[in-house]
């Protein structure tokens, strides 16, 4: 029953104090272990009253009053406090309140709101939701790398520069988040991270310099081109394209000239041709083909299928340059 309202082991509730707010008096029933030597035989030299913050009750806050003894250690000779389970050394909230505080942080609660929920100070919410975030990154120092990896880089201050972000394309979630962009910055990043040789994919833009990062810091991955990058890259050339074809007739009050359409419907047709045979490929290949590595070489074909329709494209440009 202890368990299920307070939320602690070894506890015991006494009585209760308040009901508004809610404080309980409880006892812990288990054993004082020496910190020193791991002793469990002491002998109680003087004795106390904690009160600890806990997680709200009742759309309230709670708070636990504990009994809690100064300890002399018959076999080391050591003085201690009696150690709390779910509560560290010299805090004043049990863990299972700083693990609320830093989910309803998360979902985007205010801290004035999550600090009037609990009772406790906005400063009280911002460093408890620090201590958080540095117990949730202890965890992830060893976390080996995803057999499915995606690189890009983004701006993050205009001081700092830019930073790469590492996804974890398999569970669709970020890895992790580090400064810089270039090989030379990613290094030290880069030469930390745990079981590279088990990435089997990695997506990244068509930046030539992550092309090399990757062969050098993950040798037995494969390479797929972004899809977003390759398609904005092609909407530039088209548009470059169609413009030197007839950059008048673009206007929006005017219709494409006769060479512009049928520029258009050649691609059209060619990409679906080829985009109905690369199904067919793929269909027959799949039952051979290991998990994930279906995606890069469909990847390749359509960039191949893109390829072959600027091919088309260049061919109309070519022979009809007036735009006739």
């Not at 830093?102 to 620090?130: L, M, P, Q």
């Not at 930073?163 to 290094?187: N, P, Y």
């Not at 050339?237 to 169609?242: I, W, Y």
């Amino acid at each position: 029953m202890e368990r299920i309202v307070i939320g602690l082991p070894d506890f015991t509730i006494e009585k209760v104090v308040s009901v508004s707010p809610i404080i309980f008096e409880v006892r812990f029933v288990g054993k004082a272990i020496c910190p020193d030597c791991g002793g469990d035989e002491a002998r109680i030299k003087d004795t106390f009253w904690r009160f600890i913050k806990n997680i709200p009750l009742r759309e309230g806050p709670s708070t636990l009053k504990v009994k809690c003894h100064k300890h002399i250690c018959r076999g080391c000779g050591r003085y201690f406090n009696t150690r709390l389970p779910g509560v560290k050394l010299w805090s004043r909230t049990t863990e299972l309140l700083k693990s609320n505080i830093f989910r309803s942080y998360n979902k985007g609660y205010t801290c004035k709101d999550i600090a009037v929920e609990n009772n406790i100070g906005t400063a009280s919410v911002e460093r408890y939701y620090h201590q958080m975030m540095k117990h949730e990154a202890s965890h992830w120092k060893d976390r080996p790398c995803p057999r499915m990896l995606g690189i890009d880089e983004h701006r993050f201050t205009r001081k700092q520069g830019f930073s790469t972000t590492f996804c974890d394309l398999g569970k669709h979630r970020i890895f992790d988040v580090t400064l810089g962009k270039s090989a030379a910055e990613l290094e030290s990043f880069l030469r930390s991270l745990k079981g590279r040789e088990r990435v089997r994919v990695v997506c990244i833009n068509m930046n030539s310099a992550y092309r090399s990062m990757v062969e050098k810091w993950f040798p037995n991955a494969r390479i797929v081109s972004d899809r977003f990058h390759v398609i904005r890259l092609i909407n530039q050339h088209l548009s470059e394209v169609c413009k030197k074809l007839d950059e008048p007739g673009l206007a929006p009050q005017k219709k494409y000239p006769t060479c512009v359409a049928s520029a258009f419907s050649i691609i059209l047709s060619g990409y679906n041709i080829l985009l109905r045979s690369s199904r067919l490929i793929h269909e027959r290949h799949r039952s051979s083909c290991r998990k994930h590595t279906h995606h890069p070489q469909q990847s390749d074909l359509r960039l191949w299928l893109f390829a072959i329709a600027f091919q088309r494209l260049h061919y109309v440009f070519v022979q009809f340059p007036d735009g006739q």
